[in-house]
């Protein structure tokens, strides 16, 4: 049991820091954290994942980062 | 010029006490400093080892040096000495200097939006920074100064980023972060007052300008008459839109899935390109010469820079990221598998003479220009203030980023250089000698490389053209830039491990597209930020370009970005001298010079915090970057050895111009040498600028750092501090102490505002 236990452990972590580093994971804490600032507040609804995925290549758009050489 | 602006007073504390209904925020510096003091037998034995592991390393690389070397020793001397410095220096630094305190918030806490300001995991936060920094740079510059042999460059490398590239990045980062995630040319103008800032401001603008240019021109070096090369690269635009259409109208936000999907695609279009590269037509129609294809890729930088970034850049970011952090990993397993003995010598005749066919110029200054990232890289310093401070978790976490994100780039640079070091020698010189000393023939190569009397080669014109075919290649002859040298390498090293000589032509073209990855994602991104940084200067004069969503004006400035970049790489590639050797080390200069901006910005900040006892820390890399970069600068400038100088090179073809001559030096025809007056004249005022704009912001720097010793300063230009409500450990491993905090966090019931995310 031990070892499948672990083996399950080693592969949920990969499966998050693949997730984490590729940035899948950044509508759900997206929208984390607009709950935990508005909560239920019908007048600030959240942004659906299509509109947050938008929006966020829009803000790149407006912010260029460098990439280094 | 004062310094006044943003900068507040230190005199009223702010109240970061602990609230009482939360577990600790912070641990107590006394339990820190008890947990380092803390010698365990086992803790003792782990460091006395990597001490020992290190310093033989050292000594079979730098004493030994019999007529072999074993590439292993690169790796163990790398490894122990980051593992030294980080837990050392770093850990010095961070007591004495910056004094991170985790009581109070960070950026990404106090100004949270869970968009730009959020709250990333210190080990996820590592991989994106790391994607960020490290590009093409550590990958060619090694590969060049391979030449000056395998010892300097080894110890640069490791030495320099220990005590100057990671210190760098991780005092920007910090200063940054305790800014609100300020960028550095706002710190510029910030700490060194109007005129510094500006010129700190103009600096990197043309900087990027030449970085851009010259990343370019490596790929051009790359792709030019190879059919291949060209087809299985020019795949990455159709692969990128395809990506970018598929998250933006398809599946939004699947980023894994599509990162995979495009990974099978970039693996199938390098497949391909090797059979259409066979077939006749395929052969015909994509085996381009340099010109036209520095034309493509300037077209191409300009429609990549004018369209959203969804539709090209941000699928290519999501592709670069995965081919960076797998082919790293997969090269450094595979030197440890294949341990390849290097045949070069620790020093070579170059180091001393300066008349190297790769880049001119003597050990001292050029070597530490050629070798710019993995050491010390000034790039590095407009990432670490940009998107990495907003989204840190806790203070202490900036010394793992930044110090150890850096550590990584060098461990890149010395994979680098190891691969290029274990392929022929004689090979390396015919690869990365211009086609002007070789005439781009095998017959050429070989009478050049023969004539070079280097002992221990022997090049034939059947290793030329039996790697050349091995690699999948018309000719491996004059291949210039870096790229198809370390690819060789690559494609060297890994046939060892998987698939053998018949696998080489694939790994050969597959370190191609990946270092050809980064540099096209790095001319996107570079000519988008230049052509902000020129709406927001040229705003000042007519107001409207202030606004960037106005087309007219970012199609004109994109243009004007686009055509200065496009000038030098068009420059570079019709250069009768061969233009990576001449314009290497414009590029290192550049960078460095940028590096010295970023450190002096750093010692004002030090000083103005009346931090004088340590400032030696930042002075120590802003004194050597300074010297290399003025000296190299000067030596471009006022060197009377053609070689080398600018002007000594355009005075000499002005002469024989006006003598009448029609051929002179590895100038054929009166155009090519006008061409060298002309290129000479224009690296000759470049190299005038840059060291004319450092020096008035060092100038600028020292001036700051005086006045602040002469008024006792203990100001600050920080944010105020804002009370911290977060936990999080702040190494790679939780210290026991940090998992006993992090047990109290995760015990408390989930409320939502404070949640920590972990595994």
Same mark, same amino acid.
């Given at each position: 049991m031990g070892a499948v236990t672990t083996v399950r452990t080693v592969a949920a972590g990969l499966a998050w820091y693949v997730r984490a580093v590729s940035g899948e994971d950044a509508y759900d804490r997206y929208l984390a954290h607009h709950e935990s600032v508005h909560g239920d507040d019908a007048a600030e609804p959240a942004m659906t994942a299509r509109e947050f995925w938008r929006d966020r290549t829009d803000r790149q758009d407006a912010n260029p980062q460098g990439r280094c050489c | 010029m004062g310094a006044k602006s943003g900068t507040t007073g230190a005199t009223n504390e702010p109240d970061l006490t602990q609230d009482p209904a939360i577990p600790p925020v912070a641990l107590d510096p006394k339990v820190h400093e008890a947990e380092e003091a803390h010698w365990t037998p086992v803790k003792i034995a782990t460091w006395v080892a990597i001490a020992l592991l290190g310093g033989l390393s050292w000594v079979m690389l730098a004493v030994v040096r019999g007529e072999t070397v074993n590439a292993i020793w690169f790796v163990f001397a790398a490894i122990c000495t980051y593992l030294i410095g980080y837990r050392f220096y770093s850990n010095y630094i961070q007591k004495h200097l910056l004094r991170p305190d985790d009581r109070r918030a960070t950026p990404a806490e106090y100004k949270a939006d869970g968009k730009d300001y959020a709250r990333t995991d210190r080990r996820v936060l590592f991989g994106h920074h790391f994607a960020a920094i490290a590009g093409a740079g550590p990958l060619v510059g090694p590969v060049l100064a391979a030449q000056m042999g395998y010892l300097p460059g080894t110890i640069w490398i490791i030495v320099g980023v220990v005590l100057a590239g990671a210190v760098q990045d991780y005092l920007v980062l910090f200063f940054s972060m305790r800014r609100g995630g300020r960028s550095l040319g706002q710190m510029a103008r910030d700490e060194l007052g109007r005129v510094g800032g500006t010129a700190a401001l103009i600096a990197t603008l043309t900087i990027m300008v030449i970085i851009v240019a010259i990343l370019a021109l490596v790929v051009v070096n790359a792709l030019a008459e190879s059919a291949w090369g060209v087809f299985s690269v020019g795949m990455t635009i159709p692969i990128a839109l395809f990506m970018g259409c598929y998250l933006r109208f398809w599946r939004p936000g699947k980023v894994t899935e599509i990162s995979i999907i495009g990974f099978v695609l970039l693996i199938a279009a390098i497949i391909g390109g090797g059979a259409i590269a066979g077939t006749e037509w395929g052969a015909a129609m994509f085996h381009i010469d340099k010109v036209p294809l520095a034309i493509g890729i300037i077209v191409y930088g300009f429609i990549a820079a004018i369209l959203p970034v969804w539709l090209l850049l941000a699928p290519r970011d999501y592709l670069s990221t995965f081919m960076k952090i797998g082919t790293i990993g997969m090269l450094a397993i595979a030197i440890v598998i294949v341990r390849p003995e290097i045949l070069v010598p620790a020093v070579t005749e170059f180091a001393k003479t300066g008349t190297g066919p790769v880049v001119s110029g003597t050990l001292f200054p050029f070597l530490f220009v050629t070798i710019a990232c993995g050491a010390l890289s000034g790039f590095h310093a407009l990432i670490a203030s940009g998107t990495t401070p907003k989204l840190i978790e806790k203070e202490r976490q900036s010394r793992f980023i930044g110090y150890g994100g850096m550590l990584m780039e060098s461990f890149v640079a010395i994979m680098a250089l190891v691969a290029a070091l274990s392929i022929d020698q004689g090979i390396y010189y015919a690869m990365n000698a211009s086609p002007a000393l070789t005439g781009?023939?095998?017959?050429?190569?070989?009478?050049?490389?023969?004539?070079?009397?280097?002992?221990?080669?022997?090049?034939?014109?059947?290793?030329?053209?039996?790697?050349?075919?091995?690699?999948?290649?018309?000719?491996?002859?004059?291949?210039?830039?870096?790229?198809?040298?370390?690819?060789?390498?690559?494609?060297?090293?890994?046939?060892?491990?998987?698939?053998?000589?018949?696998?080489?032509?694939?790994?050969?073209?597959?370190?191609?597209?990946?270092?050809?990855?980064?540099?096209?994602?790095?001319?996107?991104?570079?000519?988008?930020?230049?052509?902000?940084?020129?709406?927001?200067?040229?705003?000042?004069?007519?107001?409207?370009?202030?606004?960037?969503?106005?087309?007219?004006?970012?199609?004109?400035?994109?243009?004007?970005?686009?055509?200065?970049?496009?000038?030098?790489?068009?420059?570079?590639?019709?250069?009768?001298?061969?233009?990576?050797?001449?314009?290497?080390?414009?590029?290192?200069?550049?960078?460095?010079?940028?590096?010295?901006?970023?450190?002096?910005?750093?010692?004002?900040?030090?000083?103005?915090?009346?931090?004088?006892?340590?400032?030696?820390?930042?002075?120590?890399?802003?004194?050597?970057?300074?010297?290399?970069?003025?000296?190299?600068?000067?030596?471009?400038?006022?060197?009377?050895?053609?070689?080398?100088?600018?002007?000594?090179?355009?005075?000499?073809?002005?002469?024989?111009?006006?003598?009448?001559?029609?051929?002179?030096?590895? =100038?054929?025809?009166?155009? =090519?040498?006008?061409?060298?007056?002309?290129n000479t004249m224009v690296q000759g005022i470049l190299s005038i600028v840059f060291v004319t704009l450092a020096v008035i912001v060092i100038f600028t720097a020292l001036q700051a750092t005086w006045n602040a010793w002469r008024n006792h300063s203990n100001a600050t230009s920080e944010d105020p501090a804002v009370r911290s409500r977060i936990f999080a450990p702040a190494g790679l491993v939780a210290t026991p102490a940090e998992k006993a905090t992090q047990a109290e966090w995760d015990a408390r019931p989930v409320t939502g505002t404070s949640k920590v995310r972990g595994h």
């Open positions: - | 781009g023939t095998v017959q050429g190569a070989v009478a050049f490389v023969n004539g070079l009397g280097l002992t221990g080669v022997n090049l034939t014109p059947e290793m030329l053209t039996e790697t050349a075919r091995n690699v999948g290649e018309e000719s491996i002859v004059s291949r210039t830039g870096g790229a198809p040298t370390l690819s060789v390498g690559l494609a060297h090293i890994m046939q060892q491990v998987a698939g053998g000589t018949g696998m080489m032509a694939f790994w050969y073209h597959f370190a191609i597209m990946f270092e050809a990855l980064f540099i096209l994602t790095a001319v996107d991104a570079g000519t988008r930020v230049a052509r902000f940084m020129l709406q927001d200067t040229l705003g000042n004069v007519i107001p409207k370009f202030k606004d960037t969503s106005w087309r007219v004006g970012a199609w004109i400035c994109t243009g004007i970005m686009v055509a200065a970049w496009g000038a030098v790489l068009v420059m570079g590639v019709t250069d009768p001298l061969g233009g990576i050797n001449t314009l290497f080390p414009l590029f290192g200069i550049a960078n460095q010079l940028l590096a010295a901006i970023a450190l002096a910005v750093c010692m004002a900040i030090v000083a103005k915090r009346g931090l004088f006892r340590y400032i030696w820390i930042v002075a120590l890399p802003l004194g050597f970057a300074a010297v290399v970069t003025i000296t190299a600068s000067f030596l471009k400038i006022f060197s009377p050895v053609p070689g080398v100088g600018y002007f000594a090179q355009n005075a000499a073809f002005s002469k024989a111009l006006a003598a009448g001559e029609t051929s002179f030096g590895t =100038a054929t025809s009166v155009e =090519a040498m006008e061409a060298v007056v002309r």
